[in-house]
């Protein structure tokens, strides 16, 4: 099968995206399909860096679009003109490609479903739309559109277009899969696919054996971490409260591994308040990941109330996956929730709750035995339920789906067209033969 991705973001990127299509698409390789990815030249956080404009690696054939704007993410408009940019490139190369037998869109840029749809229309391709996310949706709780106005009306005709003629929409969560049918998908179109963690490369890794803790210090402090992006669907403020009432409690360290719109408001918070106890650091390179996450040892994951079937705080499969507990700061409507309740790896506190994020902290630091528990049962079960081919077992169905309904809407329509044909008079027949 000839797969064609299309993403703002892929490797070298080290945005979640571009970790979690990086994987799905060598190991398609690896399946046997032809696969091609289409994405930006410029890393998704901005700066001048430019990646190479065609390469192909581990058998991915990767084109990308080029962005003559470099600099940094921050501001409404620069992202709309990358995304914009974006678009526009991909739009024209996308063209000059080879005709898949199934396009996938992911959803950076927002509303990137369009340009499936294009490609779907005009190179007969099947199409699966793999919501990461739902647009405007998240835009509306984010404060970046308003609900009832033209341009949020606009984003939602768009967005139905594309979604009610994919052939499967693929979505994170039986959550999102409720959210996404108020665009007039049908349930049956629809595909879990949730997104995952390499259990070959991320494992645990010991706090004795954990360079990373030593590096940093960290040998012997009970260390709360979050690590990805500090976006606008986090709740900063519940942390941050949480954090200052523990700031005399020296055992305790919060080590933030992160960039995204909110991280520099985050830092500049924590410092105006005299937060000693905070570490921040960038992102850690891949092969680093079991060893930077494994020093923590809970890991704090945030999803604001509203956004239930929006948005998945997906970095609890790289938390399961080296054995560690988290505590979820937010609504129970996400997958990370469902974790909590029925597999006992977590704990679940109210946006807002700071008594019960700190009491949650305090009960797994004071209990070792119960802390050890949590952390064999997370490795546990990310093997038998969240390892990287558990989901994309799920994506491959997904995909030949697809594609099996398209030949099946082709098959349809041309049995149809001659039953008409042979049913007409021989008068008539010849007229139409003639072109008339």
Not at 18 to 37: K, W
Not at 293 to 322: F, I, M, Q, W
Not at 376 to 391: C, I, K, M, P, T
Request: with cysteine.
């Amino acid at each position: 099968m000839k797969i064609l991705f299309l993403n703002q973001c892929y490797w070298p990127d080290h945005v979640a995206t571009s970790q979690i299509l990086t994987d799905l698409a060598q190991e398609l390789v690896c399946r046997g399909h032809q696969v091609a990815v289409l994405c930006s030249r410029r890393p998704y956080s901005g700066g001048n860096e430019s990646f190479a404009r065609r390469e192909s690696r581990n058998g991915v054939t990767i084109r990308r679009v080029v962005n003559p704007y470099g600099g940094g993410r921050d501001g409404k408009l620069r992202r709309l003109r990358d995304f914009l940019w974006f678009f526009a490139g991909a739009a024209v190369v996308s063209m000059a490609l080879p005709m898949p037998d199934v396009v996938v869109t992911l959803t950076s840029p927002p509303l990137i479903g369009v340009l499936g749809r294009m490609i779907q229309l005009l190179k007969r391709s099947a199409h699966v739309n793999w919501c990461m996310d739902v647009f405007p949706d998240n835009g509306v709780e984010f404060g970046v559109i308003r609900k009832g106005t033209w341009p949020y009306k606009v984003c939602v005709a768009a967005a139905s277009f594309y979604l009610k003629r994919a052939e499967v929409v693929a979505v994170l969560s039986i959550h999102m899969a409720g959210r996404i049918r108020r665009y007039g998908v049908r349930s049956t179109q629809t595909h879990i696919v949730p997104v995952w963690s390499d259990g070959r490369k991320l494992k645990p890794v010991d706090h004795r054996n954990n360079w990373f803790r030593k590096t940093h210090s960290l040998q012997d402090k009970f260390v709360l971490m979050f690590s990805g992006n500090l976006t606008y669907g986090g709740d900063i403020d519940t942390l941050i409260e949480a954090l200052t009432e523990l700031r005399h409690d020296e055992r305790i360290a919060f080590v933030l591994i992160s960039q995204g719109p909110r991280f520099e408001e985050f830092r500049d918070r924590c410092r105006s308040l005299g937060l000693c106890n905070v570490l921040f650091l960038p992102y850690q390179k891949r092969d680093s990941l079991s060893y930077s996450l494994s020093a923590a040892d809970v890991h704090l994951v945030t999803n604001k109330k509203g956004l239930e079937g929006v948005r998945e705080p997906c970095k609890v499969y790289g938390v399961l996956a080296v054995g560690r507990p988290f505590i979820l700061v937010g609504g129970p409507g996400c997958v990370a929730a469902d974790m909590a309740r029925e597999h006992g790896v977590g704990i679940v506190v109210d946006e807002g709750d700071v008594k019960g994020l700190v009491a949650s902290i305090r009960l797994l630091k004071e209990s070792p035995d119960r802390w050890r528990w949590m952390c064999s049962q997370s490795r546990r079960v990310f093997e038998q339920h969240y390892d990287v081919l558990h989901a994309i077992d799920s994506f491959e169905d997904a995909a030949f789906t697809a594609v099996a309904r398209r030949k099946r809407r082709k098959e349809v329509a041309r049995p149809q067209s001659s039953v008409l044909q042979e049913q007409l008079p021989q008068k008539e027949r010849v007229t139409n033969t003639s072109g008339g």
